[in-house]
């Protein structure tokens, strides 16, 4: 147990409470002006050393900023490349100038809230060496603030299992906006994607534009397939390596555990892809640019010019990106009779779950089919049969 103890000031006698911490260290708190309070403050702390929830006042201290480097260097082991980019310039653009150094036990949830607020709005600091990403005064998507968000969090987590804090207040912040998209999801058809394929430049361009539409890669799956990775006696493609763009860089990766798979492709993509691997060594790319380096994604904003855009407007088909033909890939092969589990693994999705909630407007017409069989042989006469006996009994 700790002490009670009184001492002279020049506004009168205080009270100072002295204890141990968990690790055995002597501390004490001062100023209290009656000895009640000090002797609650003491219950309370003997309390929260049973029950495990102390904090230490002195460990409260640290700041986020000082506990930032540890955990992103953590991120960037534990993360691929595409992914880490994003959360350190979330870091350095948005959560650094705001919270670098508060000390993590000053950190209240309406700050936070508040923080999350002038993000949405636009109005929150800045990091004025990133003002390449944007007008700093422009109102931050969903998508942004969250992962601002999820990176404070991130950060206060190490806090709270090192016993510094009590409560991560970034968890479930009040205000935390909610991603939604009024953008309709694009998919072509089979003649489109055709269209689409004839009018690209070259014949590695065709052939890339319908292995990303009838086989559902990712563009950083698709450029990072090498001949070997091709089987044209099973008809395969195995997905072992990724070449993502990170700021200006293609760098190559692996794909997560439930995204190596082998995805099958349409014989009529046998012939095409054969001329790709030909006279190539089992290492080289099987999409690549005139260097035999990767391939660089085609830009599909507007008021730019790309093979992908021309290609597009020659086949007079509204805009769309790489990867909405993924989504095509995705319809195509449910509107060809193929069930949830085999698009799940067509796509390197890490369950069924996420697949039919990202596509759950494909598996309309299955609700229908269900009905329909529900509706067919002895079932339909059985429940007729009920209706009946109702009609006799005169409808009670």
């Not at 190490?158 to 991560?168: P, S």
Request: overall charge positive; some cysteine; hydrophobic content about 40%.
């Amino acid at each position: 147990m700790g002490t009670v103890t009184p001492y002279a000031t020049s506004a009168g006698r205080r009270w100072r409470v002295r204890y141990r911490t968990p690790e055995h260290r002597q501390t004490d708190k001062r100023g209290f002006k009656t000895k009640r309070d000090a002797e609650l403050y003491l219950a309370n702390v003997e309390v929260a050393k049973a029950v495990g929830s102390f904090v230490d006042p002195q460990a409260a201290r640290i700041t986020v900023g000082e506990l930032a480097p540890s955990w992103l260097a953590n991120k960037r082991q534990a993360m691929k490349p595409s992914s880490f980019h994003s959360i350190e310039t979330a870091w350095r653009v948005y959560v650094e100038p705001r919270w670098a150094t508060a000390a993590v036990g000053a950190i209240r949830p309406s700050a936070v809230a508040q923080w999350v607020r002038e993000l949405g709005q636009g109005t929150a600091v800045s990091n004025p060496r990133a003002a390449w990403t944007a007008d700093a005064s422009r109102p931050r998507s969903a998508t942004v603030v969250l992962r601002a968000l999820g990176v404070l969090a991130g950060i206060l987590d190490v806090a709270l299992k090192d016993g510094r804090i009590a409560k991560n207040v970034a968890r479930g912040a009040d205000g935390s906006p909610r991603k939604h998209s009024n953008k309709a999801r694009r998919y072509l058809s089979h003649e489109e994607v055709i269209r689409f394929a004839e009018a690209a430049d070259t014949d590695m361009q065709a052939t890339l534009l319908m292995v990303l539409a009838y086989c559902g890669l990712r563009w950083a799956e698709a450029t990072g397939l090498r001949v070997r990775d091709v089987s044209m006696r099973r008809r395969r493609l195995e997905i072992n390596h990724t070449a993502t763009e990170v700021d200006g860089n293609v760098v190559e990766g692996v794909p997560k555990s439930w995204e190596r798979r082998s995805v099958p492709f349409p014989d009529f993509l046998s012939e095409p892809l054969a001329r790709l691997c030909a006279g190539k060594g089992p290492d080289a790319l099987v999409f690549a640019d005139r260097y035999g380096g990767f391939l660089r994604r085609p830009s599909a904003s507007n008021n730019k010019r790309s093979w992908f855009l021309t290609a597009l407007a020659e086949a007079e088909l509204e805009r769309l990106t790489p990867h909405d033909l993924r989504h095509t890939a995705a319809s195509l092969a449910v509107s060809s009779g193929a069930n949830v589990k085999a698009v799940q693994r067509m796509l390197g999705h890490k369950s069924a779950a996420m697949t039919l909630d990202t596509y759950a407007d494909l598996f309309d017409d299955d609700l229908d089919e269900v009905a329909m069989r529900l509706n067919e042989g002895g079932h339909q006469k059985s429940v007729g049969k009920v209706w009946a006996r109702r009609a006799e009994s005169g409808g009670r």
